[in-house]
T-cell receptor, first 112, second 111 residues
Framework: GAGVSQSPSNKVTEKGKDVELRCDPISGHTALYWYRQRLGQGLEFLIYFQGNSAPDKSGLPSDRFSAERTGESVSTLTIQRTQQEDSAVYLC??????????FGPGTRLTVL | EDQVTQSPEALRLQEGESSSLNCSYTVSGLRGLFWYRQDPGKGPEFLFTLYSAGEEKEKERLKATLTKKESFLHITAPKPEDSATYLCAVQGSSNDYKLSFGAGTTVTVRA
């Protein structure tokens, strides 16, 4: 079946602009996660959704970051007023709650 | 806070030369330990989940083992296509299901 998909695959933006990153989870997966992977570093947890509720937002780096999810479907991660330190690969994963997380291909964000 | 340390950072192997990767962890109540493979420019690909000390899982040339403090990923007679970064992650018993990742081990297998 179809895996997790993310769009765009690459995004180049100028400092100060807002960006939206999209994630389509595996059909039927109730849980959805966003992670960030900076160059040469491990994956860093950002936010977790169970359905369309986000019980854990502890990983969001600042109030410039926000995310929403429509039901048990698509999720959008929004970064406002982007900074150069936001440059990274943003990865989305989905799972049945608590089970193995399956990852999408990621969105590579470059902030100039 | 859950912590994961992987070693070595990089490993260069000759084709057929078996080796092991280490993942040391501290977690408050282990729900699961996960191994993923990541190729350049791609998302992590799931390999194994281990739940309790003593558990072992195998897939082709890969075998993962788990103790109370660490996990090993053994690569037997590797081939060039096994070249990738191998990521280890733990899931603790907190109410969310987030994974805490190590920085990974980059394996290069030369023909």
């Amino acid at each position: 079946g179809a895996g997790v998909s993310q769009s765009p695959s690459n995004k180049v933006t100028e400092k100060g602009k807002d960006v939206e990153l999209r994630c389509d989870p595996i059909s039927g997966h109730t849980a959805l996660y966003w992670y960030r992977q900076r160059l040469g570093q491990g994956l860093e947890f950002l936010i977790y959704f169970q359905g369309n509720s986000a019980p854990d937002k502890s990983g969001l780096p600042s109030d410039r970051f926000s995310a929403e999810r429509t039901g048990e479907s698509v999720s959008t991660l929004t970064i406002q007023r982007t900074q150069q330190e936001d440059s990274a690969v943003y990865l989305c994963a989905s799972s049945h709650a608590g089970d193995t997380q399956y990852f999408g291909p990621g969105t590579r964000l470059t902030v100039l | 806070e859950d912590q994961v340390t992987q070693s070595p950072e990089a490993l260069r192997l000759q084709e057929g030369e078996s080796s092991s990767l280490n993942c040391s962890y501290t977690v408050s109540g282990l729900r699961g330990l996960f191994w993923y493979r990541q190729d350049p420019g791609k998302g992590p690909e799931f390999l194994f989940t281990l739940y309790s000390a003593g558990e072992e899982k195998e897939k082709e040339r890969l075998k993962a083992t788990l103790t109370k403090k660490e996990s090993f990923l053994h690569i037997t007679a590797p081939k060039p296509e096994d070249s990738a970064t191998y990521l280890c992650a733990v899931q603790g018993s907190s109410n969310d299901y987030k994974l805490s990742f190590g920085a990974g081990t980059t394996v290069t297998v030369r023909a």
